[in-house]
């Protein structure tokens, strides 16, 4: 009887023995994968953080080309009419050959009605009207020509 309750016992022992083990061998890879996950979250949230100001970058970039397209056309219209005075300028994606469409206010600036000297002011919005959107503000000293002295 003594014999059989000892055995008993080095049964249960085992079998502990084992369900601990058994425990352990789940948990280790479970906390190996708990690490990894954890890991790629963090590349992903990084990659989209990158990716954001990318686009960023290249909104910047765009409105500062509209800014001096603005400018060059605005010198090409005084050039033919001294009296302009600005407008606002919008321009489709397909013009620009992006997937935003852009805006730029053209201003000019007079302090003296008899001076031929002037400011060109701009303000390029890109995308035009998005949340996202970049603005630059550019200002441009001109001095217009006189029409006589052309010929």
């Known amino acids: 009887m003594k014999f059989k ?3 008993l016992r080095s049964i249960k022992k085992l079998q502990n023995s084992r369900t601990k083990r ?3 061998v789940v ?3 479970m906390i190996c994968l708990i690490l990894a996950l954890a890991i790629i979250g963090e590349l ?3 990659t989209s953080i990158e990716l954001k100001q990318l686009k960023k970058g290249q909104h910047h ?3 500062n080309w509209l800014a001096d397209a603005a400018a060059q056309r ?3 219209k005084l050039s033919h009419q001294q009296k302009y005075a600005g407008e606002t300028w919008k321009i489709q994606p397909a013009e620009i050959g992006g997937t935003f469409p852009g805006e730029v206010i053209i201003e000019i600036v007079r302090t003296n009605p008899n001076s031929k000297s002037l ?3 701009t303000l390029a919005s890109y995308p035009a009207n998005a949340i996202e959107r970049v603005r630059i ?3 441009w000293p001109f001095e217009l020509q006189d029409r006589s002295s052309n010929n």
């Open 22 to 24: 058994s425990g352990s």
């Open 27 to 29: 948990l280790i890879p």
């Open 74 to 76: 605005a010198v090409e």
């Open 61 to 63: 970039l765009q409105a």
């Open 119 to 121: 400011t060109i002011r």
């Open 5 to 7: 309750i000892r055995k």
């Open 137 to 139: 503000i550019r200002e």
């Open 44 to 46: 992903l949230q990084q």
